[in-house]
């Protein structure tokens, strides 16, 4: 009877072992900043909160952001995350929940120290409009400063648009609040700094997004991060990873977002 009741015990542990599936999710080749840590924490206590084990596993994927998409629409990788746009929506399941609650739509600029002086007129769009920034080329931010007559170079690297403006050759950079104060520690460049009087703020959504051969994860997503919304699990956390205090110190510059969308 007990040789039984092990065998027993032991098929259903293979069973269990079994049914745990396995995801991939991408995983950028660059330095892993606290906009990347408070993710990759969400993404595991939301599956718990869903009760839904996986074992994870990262598939090492270029920083780029629509290749990256891409990759998920051919079944490459299971899950990433990306800042929402229509076009991307048709690649992946998007699953909508703002992950950073709209801060990644307010954006800091980063400038360099020798153009403070010449910041301190910058109180509007009209005088954002006389400078240049840089963006990630294939970056929905980049259309929508471009949509609101800024001026905006596209570049395909990523550290070379720290660089442009740390040679005064480029104007301002703007970054998330969530991104911006881990990004400037990593820079060597001393001469960058975040301006302190202003910052962009525009509607944006950072969702997850889940193959579409993986609909049950997609759901299980929603559902454990909204138990975390609930229970105030997420709130938690997003104060753990992220000093907020710039925005009540700053003065918001208001842009229009034409593609962004809340269905």
């Known amino acids: 009877m007990v040789k039984r009741v092990i065998y027993l015990m032991l098929i259903l542990l293979g069973v269990a072992a079994e049914a745990k599936s396995t995801i991939y999710v991408a995983k950028e080749m660059r330095p892993l900043y606290d906009r990347d840590l408070f993710l990759y924490e969400l993404l ?93 080329h294939d970056w929905p931010d980049t259309k929508i400063l471009a949509a609101n007559g800024l001026k905006v170079r596209p570049i395909v690297n990523y550290q070379a648009m720290f660089d442009l403006v740390n040679n005064q050759k480029a104007d301002y950079f703007p970054r998330s609040v969530v991104e911006v104060d881990s990004e400037l520690a990593a820079q060597s460049a001393t001469e960058l700094v975040k301006l302190p009087g202003v910052y962009l703020s525009y509607p944006a959504h950072f969702y997850f ?55």
């Open 44 to 136: 595991d206590l939301s599956l718990k909160a869903a009760e839904y084990p996986v074992d994870i596993q990262h598939v090492k994927v270029h920083p780029h952001q629509q290749r990256t998409l891409l990759a998920l629409s051919k079944g490459e990788v299971d899950l990433h995350w990306s800042m929402s746009s229509p076009a991307r929506e048709k690649l992946a399941i998007a699953v909508k929940f703002p992950l950073f609650d709209g801060l990644i739509g307010k954006r800091a600029l980063l400038v360099h120290r020798a153009q403070l002086t010449r910041f301190e007129a910058v109180q509007s769009k009209a005088g954002l409009a006389k400078l240049v920034a840089v963006q990630g």
């Open 209 to 263: 997004f889940v193959n579409k051969q993986k609909p049950q994860l997609a759901a299980k997503l929603a559902q454990g991060l909204k138990r975390m919304k609930d229970n105030g699990q997420y709130e938690q956390l997003l104060a753990r990873y992220f000093d907020l205090s710039f925005l009540t110190t700053a003065q918001p510059i208001y842009l229009d977002n034409p593609f962004f969308h809340t269905d």
